[in-house]
Protein backbone atom coordinates (compact mmCIF):
# COMPACT_ATOMS: atom_id res chain seq x y z
CA UNK A 1 0.00 0.00 0.00
CA UNK A 2 1.11 3.56 -0.95
CA UNK A 3 1.96 5.88 1.97
CA UNK A 4 -0.66 8.34 2.85
CA UNK A 5 0.17 11.89 2.59
CA UNK A 6 -1.14 15.40 2.62
CA UNK A 7 0.53 16.51 -0.75
CA UNK A 8 -1.06 17.35 -3.63
CA UNK A 9 -1.55 14.44 -6.19
CA UNK A 10 -0.24 12.02 -3.82
CA UNK A 11 -2.46 9.36 -3.66
CA UNK A 12 -3.87 7.03 -0.32
CA UNK A 13 -4.32 3.77 -1.92
CA UNK A 14 -2.94 2.29 -5.27
CA UNK A 15 -6.38 1.96 -6.62
CA UNK A 16 -6.88 6.32 -6.18
CA UNK A 17 -3.48 6.38 -7.66
CA UNK A 18 -3.86 4.35 -10.90
CA UNK A 19 -7.17 6.54 -11.50
CA UNK A 20 -5.11 9.89 -11.62
CA UNK A 21 -2.72 8.79 -14.17
CA UNK A 22 -3.97 10.76 -16.76
CA UNK A 23 -3.29 9.72 -20.44
CA UNK A 24 -0.74 11.68 -22.31
CA UNK A 25 -1.04 13.32 -25.98
CA UNK A 26 0.48 11.58 -28.84
CA UNK A 27 3.54 13.68 -29.24
CA UNK A 28 4.87 16.71 -28.18
CA UNK A 29 7.47 19.41 -29.50
CA UNK A 30 8.58 21.49 -26.70
CA UNK A 31 11.47 23.72 -25.25
CA UNK A 32 13.61 23.33 -22.54
CA UNK A 33 15.87 25.98 -21.71
CA UNK A 34 15.25 27.60 -25.26
CA UNK A 35 16.46 24.00 -27.03
CA UNK A 36 13.70 22.83 -29.13
CA UNK A 37 13.92 18.59 -28.43
CA UNK A 38 11.33 16.39 -29.70
CA UNK A 39 10.52 13.18 -27.58
CA UNK A 40 7.25 11.62 -27.17
CA UNK A 41 5.88 12.37 -23.50
CA UNK A 42 6.37 9.56 -20.91
CA UNK A 43 5.30 8.69 -17.34
CA UNK A 44 8.61 9.38 -15.85
CA UNK A 45 9.86 7.64 -12.05
CA UNK A 46 12.21 10.07 -10.79
CA UNK A 47 13.80 8.80 -7.55
CA UNK A 48 15.90 11.78 -5.43
CA UNK A 49 13.80 13.82 -7.04
CA UNK A 50 13.46 16.15 -3.93
CA UNK A 51 17.31 16.39 -3.86
CA UNK A 52 19.56 18.94 -5.88
CA UNK A 53 19.29 17.73 -9.27
CA UNK A 54 16.20 15.85 -9.10
CA UNK A 55 14.59 18.73 -8.34
CA UNK A 56 15.64 20.80 -11.49
CA UNK A 57 15.54 17.53 -13.90
CA UNK A 58 11.47 17.03 -12.15
CA UNK A 59 10.82 20.79 -13.43
CA UNK A 60 12.24 20.47 -16.90
CA UNK A 61 10.70 17.18 -17.84
CA UNK A 62 7.22 18.93 -16.47
CA UNK A 63 8.18 21.76 -18.63
CA UNK A 64 8.71 19.93 -21.33
CA UNK A 65 5.57 18.10 -21.19
CA UNK A 66 6.25 14.96 -19.07
CA UNK A 67 4.17 13.41 -16.43
CA UNK A 68 6.65 13.26 -13.23
CA UNK A 69 6.47 11.15 -9.94
CA UNK A 70 8.85 11.74 -7.69
CA UNK A 71 9.80 9.30 -5.03
CA UNK A 72 12.48 10.07 -2.10
CA UNK A 73 12.82 9.69 1.42
CA UNK A 74 13.37 12.98 2.14
CA UNK A 75 16.95 11.54 3.68
CA UNK A 76 18.83 14.65 2.00
CA UNK A 77 15.93 16.65 -0.13
CA UNK A 78 13.75 18.59 0.85
CA UNK A 79 9.37 18.68 0.37
CA UNK A 80 9.76 22.19 -0.94
CA UNK A 81 12.23 21.02 -3.71
CA UNK A 82 9.74 19.43 -5.44
CA UNK A 83 7.85 20.67 -7.81
CA UNK A 84 4.23 21.36 -7.38
CA UNK A 85 3.46 19.80 -10.35
CA UNK A 86 4.77 16.02 -9.82
CA UNK A 87 3.14 13.58 -8.00
CA UNK A 88 5.69 13.52 -4.54
CA UNK A 89 5.68 9.38 -2.96
CA UNK A 90 7.62 9.65 0.54
CA UNK A 91 9.15 6.22 0.78
CA UNK A 92 12.88 4.54 0.72
CA UNK A 93 14.62 2.80 -1.74
CA UNK A 94 15.41 -0.04 0.75
CA UNK A 95 10.97 -0.90 0.83
CA UNK A 96 11.44 -3.56 -1.73
CA UNK A 97 7.30 -3.51 -1.76
CA UNK A 98 6.93 -0.13 -2.01
CA UNK A 99 9.56 0.49 -4.70
CA UNK A 100 7.47 -2.19 -6.99
CA UNK A 101 4.00 -0.58 -6.14
CA UNK A 102 4.46 2.69 -6.62
CA UNK A 103 6.51 2.00 -10.18
CA UNK A 104 3.41 0.05 -11.59
CA UNK A 105 0.77 2.57 -10.21
CA UNK A 106 3.23 5.41 -11.60
CA UNK A 107 2.72 3.69 -14.78
CA UNK A 108 6.30 4.74 -15.19
CA UNK A 109 8.29 4.14 -18.94
CA UNK A 110 11.15 5.61 -17.96
CA UNK A 111 13.16 6.00 -14.32
CA UNK A 112 15.37 8.57 -13.60
CA UNK A 113 17.77 7.36 -10.81
CA UNK A 114 19.01 9.89 -8.74
CA UNK A 115 18.45 8.75 -5.20
CA UNK A 116 21.71 8.35 -3.79
CA UNK A 117 24.21 9.03 -1.28
CA UNK A 118 26.93 11.30 -2.41
CA UNK A 119 29.10 12.76 -0.40
CA UNK A 120 33.61 11.39 -1.15
CA UNK A 121 34.26 12.18 2.57
CA UNK A 122 31.58 10.22 4.30
CA UNK A 123 32.08 7.29 2.11
CA UNK A 124 35.71 6.70 3.50
CA UNK A 125 34.28 6.91 6.61
CA UNK A 126 31.09 4.52 6.87
CA UNK A 127 31.79 2.46 3.23
CA UNK A 128 28.76 0.54 4.19
CA UNK A 129 26.01 3.31 3.73
CA UNK A 130 27.14 3.87 0.48
CA UNK A 131 27.11 -0.17 -0.34
CA UNK A 132 23.65 -0.62 1.08
CA UNK A 133 22.27 2.79 -0.45
CA UNK A 134 23.76 2.85 -3.70
CA UNK A 135 24.19 -0.47 -5.16
CA UNK A 136 21.77 -2.52 -2.38
CA UNK A 137 18.53 -0.20 -2.42
CA UNK A 138 19.26 0.31 -5.90
CA UNK A 139 18.79 -3.54 -6.84
CA UNK A 140 15.42 -2.93 -5.96
CA UNK A 141 14.46 0.04 -8.56
CA UNK A 142 16.42 -2.08 -11.04
CA UNK A 143 13.99 -5.52 -10.46
CA UNK A 144 10.91 -3.05 -9.93
CA UNK A 145 11.81 -1.62 -13.45
CA UNK A 146 12.01 -5.11 -14.94
CA UNK A 147 9.11 -6.19 -13.47
CA UNK A 148 7.18 -3.12 -15.00
CA UNK A 149 8.62 -3.69 -17.93
CA UNK A 150 9.98 -0.14 -18.00
CA UNK A 151 11.06 1.48 -21.08
CA UNK A 152 14.64 3.45 -20.54
CA UNK A 153 16.70 3.42 -17.17
CA UNK A 154 18.50 6.87 -16.81
CA UNK A 155 21.43 6.42 -13.98
CA UNK A 156 22.98 9.34 -12.13
CA UNK A 157 26.65 7.95 -12.19
CA UNK A 158 29.80 10.35 -11.46
CA UNK A 159 33.64 11.38 -13.16
CA UNK A 160 34.12 9.76 -9.33
CA UNK A 161 34.33 6.14 -11.15
CA UNK A 162 37.57 7.05 -12.78
CA UNK A 163 39.55 7.55 -9.92
CA UNK A 164 43.14 9.31 -11.02
CA UNK A 165 42.47 9.39 -14.59
CA UNK A 166 45.59 7.95 -16.79
CA UNK A 167 45.48 10.90 -19.02
CA UNK A 168 43.12 13.89 -20.06
CA UNK A 169 40.30 15.21 -21.12
CA UNK A 170 38.92 11.99 -20.07
CA UNK A 171 36.55 9.99 -22.15
CA UNK A 172 34.29 7.45 -21.31
CA UNK A 173 36.70 4.26 -22.57
CA UNK A 174 39.31 5.35 -19.97
CA UNK A 175 39.99 2.49 -16.98
CA UNK A 176 37.43 3.19 -14.15
CA UNK A 177 39.57 2.98 -10.82
CA UNK A 178 37.46 4.30 -8.20
CA UNK A 179 39.60 5.52 -5.57
CA UNK A 180 36.78 5.97 -2.45
CA UNK A 181 33.70 3.62 -1.81
CA UNK A 182 31.64 6.34 -3.25
CA UNK A 183 32.55 6.13 -7.34
CA UNK A 184 33.41 2.09 -6.29
CA UNK A 185 29.52 1.79 -5.27
CA UNK A 186 28.90 4.20 -8.98
CA UNK A 187 30.54 1.95 -10.59
CA UNK A 188 29.05 -1.47 -9.32
CA UNK A 189 25.64 -0.10 -10.11
CA UNK A 190 27.29 0.85 -13.61
CA UNK A 191 28.13 -2.72 -14.21
CA UNK A 192 24.54 -3.99 -12.89
CA UNK A 193 23.39 -2.15 -15.52
CA UNK A 194 25.33 -4.01 -17.97
CA UNK A 195 24.13 -6.74 -16.66
CA UNK A 196 20.28 -6.34 -16.91
CA UNK A 197 20.77 -4.71 -20.37
CA UNK A 198 22.00 -8.11 -21.63
CA UNK A 199 20.08 -10.66 -19.51
CA UNK A 200 16.80 -8.71 -19.33
CA UNK A 201 16.99 -6.16 -22.27
CA UNK A 202 16.68 -3.25 -19.91
CA UNK A 203 17.48 0.06 -22.12
CA UNK A 204 19.66 2.46 -20.04
CA UNK A 205 21.74 5.34 -20.28
CA UNK A 206 24.12 5.96 -17.49
CA UNK A 207 25.40 9.50 -16.73
CA UNK A 208 28.84 10.59 -15.38
CA UNK A 209 28.47 13.77 -14.49
CA UNK A 210 31.40 16.16 -13.60
CA UNK A 211 30.25 19.29 -10.97
CA UNK A 212 27.21 19.80 -10.58
CA UNK A 213 26.69 23.47 -9.92
CA UNK A 214 24.30 26.00 -10.39
CA UNK A 215 20.33 26.86 -9.98
CA UNK A 216 17.05 27.25 -11.49
CA UNK A 217 14.60 30.65 -10.37
CA UNK A 218 12.97 27.93 -8.40
CA UNK A 219 15.09 25.25 -7.21
CA UNK A 220 18.97 25.59 -5.75
CA UNK A 221 21.22 23.47 -3.88
CA UNK A 222 20.59 22.91 -0.06
CA UNK A 223 22.65 19.80 1.30
CA UNK A 224 22.51 19.08 4.94
CA UNK A 225 26.74 18.74 4.73
CA UNK A 226 27.59 20.97 1.91
CA UNK A 227 30.63 19.63 0.08
CA UNK A 228 30.64 21.31 -2.91
CA UNK A 229 32.52 24.64 -3.52
CA UNK A 230 30.19 27.06 -4.92
CA UNK A 231 27.33 27.11 -1.74
CA UNK A 232 30.62 26.82 0.50
CA UNK A 233 31.70 30.20 -0.91
CA UNK A 234 28.35 31.82 -1.35
CA UNK A 235 27.62 30.63 2.33
CA UNK A 236 30.90 32.84 3.13
CA UNK A 237 29.72 35.74 1.07
CA UNK A 238 26.18 35.45 2.66
CA UNK A 239 28.00 36.03 6.18
CA UNK A 240 27.13 32.68 7.36
CA UNK A 241 31.11 31.26 7.13
CA UNK A 242 34.02 33.31 7.90
CA UNK A 243 36.35 31.40 5.09
CA UNK A 244 36.87 29.21 2.34
CA UNK A 245 39.22 26.87 3.00
CA UNK A 246 41.34 26.18 -0.36
CA UNK A 247 43.06 22.52 0.06
CA UNK A 248 46.49 22.31 -1.65
CA UNK A 249 48.11 24.85 -3.43
CA UNK A 250 51.04 23.29 -4.88
CA UNK A 251 49.06 21.47 -7.54
CA UNK A 252 50.36 21.13 -10.89
CA UNK A 253 48.40 23.35 -12.59
CA UNK A 254 48.68 27.39 -13.62
CA UNK A 255 47.76 28.92 -9.97
CA UNK A 256 48.62 25.55 -7.94
CA UNK A 257 44.95 24.90 -7.12
CA UNK A 258 43.09 21.97 -7.97
CA UNK A 259 41.01 22.32 -11.40
CA UNK A 260 37.19 20.81 -11.64
CA UNK A 261 34.73 20.88 -14.51
CA UNK A 262 31.55 22.89 -13.62
CA UNK A 263 28.37 21.91 -15.24
CA UNK A 264 25.36 23.57 -14.90
CA UNK A 265 22.12 21.57 -13.82
CA UNK A 266 19.57 22.58 -16.03
CA UNK A 267 22.62 21.33 -19.31
CA UNK A 268 22.44 17.67 -17.25
CA UNK A 269 18.44 17.99 -17.03
CA UNK A 270 18.60 18.53 -20.67
CA UNK A 271 21.15 15.42 -21.26
CA UNK A 272 18.43 13.61 -18.94
CA UNK A 273 15.43 14.38 -21.38
CA UNK A 274 17.31 13.83 -24.87
CA UNK A 275 18.07 10.44 -23.00
CA UNK A 276 14.96 9.62 -23.00
CA UNK A 277 14.09 9.25 -26.88
CA UNK A 278 14.23 5.22 -27.40
CA UNK A 279 17.29 3.94 -28.89
CA UNK A 280 19.58 5.98 -27.31
CA UNK A 281 22.02 3.92 -24.66
CA UNK A 282 25.50 3.71 -23.18
CA UNK A 283 27.33 5.64 -20.76
CA UNK A 284 28.03 9.20 -21.42
CA UNK A 285 30.38 11.79 -19.56
CA UNK A 286 29.04 15.73 -18.30
CA UNK A 287 31.04 18.00 -18.47
CA UNK A 288 32.12 21.10 -20.51
CA UNK A 289 35.85 20.47 -20.56
CA UNK A 290 38.42 23.30 -19.96
CA UNK A 291 37.96 23.18 -15.93
CA UNK A 292 38.45 25.96 -13.50
CA UNK A 293 40.68 26.17 -10.59
CA UNK A 294 39.71 26.66 -6.91
CA UNK A 295 41.26 30.24 -7.29
CA UNK A 296 39.69 31.10 -10.50
CA UNK A 297 36.13 29.81 -9.00
CA UNK A 298 36.45 31.83 -5.92
CA UNK A 299 37.11 35.07 -8.42
CA UNK A 300 33.73 34.18 -10.18
CA UNK A 301 32.30 34.76 -7.14
CA UNK A 302 33.59 37.58 -6.66
CA UNK A 303 32.76 38.82 -9.51
CA UNK A 304 29.24 37.83 -9.35
CA UNK A 305 28.35 38.93 -5.94
CA UNK A 306 30.94 42.18 -5.50
CA UNK A 307 32.21 40.96 -2.33
CA UNK A 308 36.18 40.10 -1.67
CA UNK A 309 35.80 36.34 -0.17
CA UNK A 310 38.25 35.47 2.49
CA UNK A 311 40.65 32.62 2.15
CA UNK A 312 42.56 30.04 4.01
CA UNK A 313 44.82 27.86 2.65
CA UNK A 314 45.38 24.06 3.84
CA UNK A 315 46.84 21.12 2.87
CA UNK A 316 46.07 18.89 -0.03
CA UNK A 317 43.68 16.18 0.59
CA UNK A 318 44.55 12.96 0.29
CA UNK A 319 43.33 11.69 -3.27
CA UNK A 320 42.32 15.01 -4.84
CA UNK A 321 43.52 14.46 -8.51
CA UNK A 322 45.24 17.60 -9.50
CA UNK A 323 42.72 17.98 -12.31
CA UNK A 324 39.11 16.14 -13.72
CA UNK A 325 37.83 17.32 -17.03
CA UNK A 326 35.47 16.01 -19.09
CA UNK A 327 35.68 14.54 -22.72
CA UNK A 328 31.61 14.83 -23.82
CA UNK A 329 31.51 14.64 -27.20
CA UNK A 330 29.92 11.70 -27.24
CA UNK A 331 26.83 12.69 -25.29
CA UNK A 332 26.91 15.74 -28.35
CA UNK A 333 27.51 13.34 -31.14
CA UNK A 334 25.23 10.66 -30.15
CA UNK A 335 22.29 12.61 -28.18
CA UNK A 336 22.63 15.73 -29.75
CA UNK A 337 23.70 17.75 -26.17
CA UNK A 338 24.61 21.20 -26.13
CA UNK A 339 25.24 22.88 -22.84
CA UNK A 340 23.64 26.47 -22.70
CA UNK A 341 26.02 27.44 -19.53
CA UNK A 342 29.56 26.69 -20.26
CA UNK A 343 30.75 29.78 -18.69
CA UNK A 344 31.41 29.37 -14.93
CA UNK A 345 30.20 33.45 -13.83
CA UNK A 346 27.07 32.06 -15.81
CA UNK A 347 26.50 29.37 -13.93
CA UNK A 348 27.86 30.75 -10.74
CA UNK A 349 25.38 33.56 -11.55
CA UNK A 350 22.40 31.60 -11.43
CA UNK A 351 23.57 29.83 -8.21
CA UNK A 352 23.69 33.83 -6.57
CA UNK A 353 20.40 34.30 -7.64
CA UNK A 354 19.38 31.70 -5.54
CA UNK A 355 21.40 31.52 -2.41
CA UNK A 356 20.54 35.39 -2.07
CA UNK A 357 16.91 34.88 -2.37
CA UNK A 358 16.97 31.75 -0.03
CA UNK A 359 19.48 32.38 2.18
CA UNK A 360 19.03 29.28 4.25
CA UNK A 361 18.04 27.53 1.54
CA UNK A 362 14.88 25.31 1.93
CA UNK A 363 12.65 25.63 5.36
CA UNK A 364 12.72 22.30 6.16
N1 LIG B 1 26.07 16.92 -7.20
C1 LIG B 1 27.07 16.53 -7.98
O1 LIG B 1 27.98 17.30 -8.31
C2 LIG B 1 27.10 15.12 -8.52
C3 LIG B 1 28.20 14.71 -9.28
C4 LIG B 1 28.22 13.42 -9.77
C5 LIG B 1 27.14 12.56 -9.54
N2 LIG B 1 26.10 12.97 -8.77
C6 LIG B 1 25.00 12.03 -8.52
O2 LIG B 1 23.79 12.68 -8.84
C7 LIG B 1 22.74 12.24 -7.99
C8 LIG B 1 22.05 13.43 -7.37
O3 LIG B 1 23.00 14.21 -6.67
P1 LIG B 1 22.53 15.45 -5.79
O4 LIG B 1 23.69 16.33 -5.61
O5 LIG B 1 21.25 15.99 -6.32
O6 LIG B 1 22.26 14.71 -4.41
P2 LIG B 1 21.15 15.01 -3.30
O7 LIG B 1 21.63 14.40 -2.03
O8 LIG B 1 20.81 16.45 -3.28
O9 LIG B 1 19.88 14.19 -3.83
C9 LIG B 1 19.71 12.81 -3.62
C10 LIG B 1 18.25 12.58 -3.26
O10 LIG B 1 18.05 11.19 -3.10
C11 LIG B 1 17.24 10.97 -1.93
N3 LIG B 1 17.55 9.62 -1.45
C12 LIG B 1 18.74 9.13 -1.02
N4 LIG B 1 18.63 7.85 -0.67
C13 LIG B 1 17.34 7.49 -0.90
C14 LIG B 1 16.61 6.28 -0.73
N5 LIG B 1 17.18 5.18 -0.23
N6 LIG B 1 15.30 6.26 -1.07
C15 LIG B 1 14.71 7.38 -1.57
N7 LIG B 1 15.35 8.55 -1.73
C16 LIG B 1 16.65 8.60 -1.41
C17 LIG B 1 17.64 12.09 -0.97
O11 LIG B 1 16.65 12.36 0.00
C18 LIG B 1 17.86 13.25 -1.93
O12 LIG B 1 16.66 13.96 -2.12
C19 LIG B 1 23.39 11.28 -6.99
O13 LIG B 1 23.17 9.96 -7.43
C20 LIG B 1 24.87 11.63 -7.07
O14 LIG B 1 25.67 10.53 -6.77
C21 LIG B 1 26.06 14.22 -8.26
New binding site residues.
Given amino acids: MLPKSGSAGKPGNAHIWKAMVAPLPQTIHFHTSGRLIKVAPMNVFV?????????VCVEELLNAGHQVTV????????RA?VDPRARFIE????DRALVQESLACSKAEAII??????IVSESMTNPSKYFR??VA?GLNLLDAAVECRVRKFVF?????TYGMPERLPITEDLPQQPINP?GES?LMFEKMLKWYRQIHGLEFVG???????GASARFG???KIES?IIPNILQVVLGQKTHVDIFGTDYPTPDGTCIRDYIH?IDLAAAHIQALVPGKQGFFNLGNGGGYSVRQVIQACEKVTGKKIATVEKPRRPGDPPRLVAAAQQARNVLGWNPSYPKLEDIVATAWKWHSTHPTGYAD
Fill in positions: TGGAGYIGSFDNLSEGHAGCLSHFAANANNFSSTCAYKFRYFNAAEHHHI
